[in-house]
Every structure is written in C-alpha cells, then in structure tokens.
C-alpha cells in the first residue's frame, strides 16, 4: 500500500543540525543507563508540521520488548516530577513551573507492534516544555540505517491508526534530539519536546507522499 509517486528521506524533510564530540568510543551505552559518557555525535531537528496526505513508516518494537500495554500513573503537582516506564525504556520529566495545580496524568506504552504512547488526558497543555527520552534499543530498527533516523510524531484526533503495514498519518514531527554512541555512530535514544498530551509514535526515516499532498512533504 506505499506504492505511491513519492519517496523521500526523512533527512529532507526536516531541518537537522549535528555535532561530532572528539571522543572515540568503541561500544554503545544507551544515556538511560549511563549518562556519563559523552556522545559520539549529536543530531538535532526542529519542530516540524506535516503535509497533509503525508504517510509515515512507524517503528516497530524489537523482540526483546514485551508487547503488553505498560503504564504509569501519577498525580503531579507545581513542583513537577519524572515518570518512568522502564520496559519501554521510556521517561519524561515534567519541570517545575509545567502545571499550575496537581494534575492525574497516565502515560500508557500501547500493546502491540509498534512505539505507541497514549498521555492521558488528552489535550492536557503544559506552561514549560516537557521533556521525552526513548531508548533505541527496544526497537526493531536499531542499529540499522534507518534506525538512525527515527522521530517522534504527533498523531492528531482521528488519525490514531497505524496499518498493519506501519504506515501512519502523523500531523506533526516533535523538536528532538536523537544521541549517537560508539566509533561508529549508533543511535541510542531520542529526547523529545511535547507542550501537550495525547498520542506520540516514533516513525522511520521514510516519507511516501500521496496525491494531493504538496512537494515539500513536511514544512516548518
């Protein structure tokens, strides 16, 4: 069903700005386990919405990852806090200033193929900026080309469903930050910003672009 007239990498359509640390660094150590080590190469994207008619590849779970829904919940207050769902290798920090009064939030890792977060309740909007951070090691891409250039999208009401081919119709791509380790690069994690709730996906570094959908694929 992605037979259409238009393939482009994710690299053109979004703007990216790298940086190469001088370190050499043999093996990959995920900053969620250990956050001493500098990366060997850091890629930067900007906020980025997406074209209508604009289908996306969602990543898909590695096979070390238990495809269960996974949740936590918590009542968070002015004061902020991290939640954390370890068997997603998922946390978010939610920083002081963020809420204006204590807010019951729930952030559910979706049972099945694919990188799914539901943040509930949806259309819950932040003061300050939110801070994702997903490991790369739980999913089926890592250390793959496209695996290195995986980001985080934002999935509008009513365009929820990913097909049982990955392809998905997000409406926007989320500012990120995705980490290299190793002396060859290997994307480790990806943190993200998000100013609001509800369902966040990761995709794959290819756009199909249907008809009707302008030639720019995604725009700032």
């Known amino acids: 069903m992605l037979s259409h007239r238009m393939i482009r990498n994710l690299a053109l359509a979004v703007s990216a700005v790298a940086v190469v640390s001088c370190g050499d660094y043999t093996g990959s150590t995920s900053p969620i386990q250990s956050k001493h080590l500098p990366p060997t190469l850091t890629l930067r994207a900007s906020f980025a919405l997406v074209a209508g008619g604009s289908i996306a590849k969602a990543v898909m779970w590695g096979p070390s990852h238990s495809k269960v829904d996974q949740s936590v919940s918590a009542v968070v207050g002015p004061e902020g806090a991290t939640l954390s769902l370890p068997g997603a290798d998922f946390s978010m920090t939610i920083p ?38 997903q490991g790369l090691r739980t999913t089926m891409t890592y250390g793959t080309s496209v695996g290195n250039g995986v980001r985080s999208a934002y999935l509008s009401d009513g365009s929820e469903q990913i097909g ?57």
């Open 96 to 133: 002081a200033g963020a809420l204006s009064a204590p807010t019951a939030m729930t952030i559910v890792a979706r049972a099945g193929s694919f990188v799914v977060y539901d943040m509930l309740p949806h259309g819950l909007r932040f003061a300050l900026p939110v801070t994702a951070v």
């Open 164 to 220: 049982f081919d990955g392809s998905a119709l997000p409406a926007e791509l989320e500012a990120a930050t995705t980490f290299y380790y190793g002396a060859q690069p290997v994307a480790e994690s990806q943190v993200w910003i998000l100013n609001h709730f509800s369902r966040y996906i990761l995709i794959s570094g290819v756009w199909v672009c249907v008809e009707g959908c302008s030639t720019g694929g995604a725009g700032k």
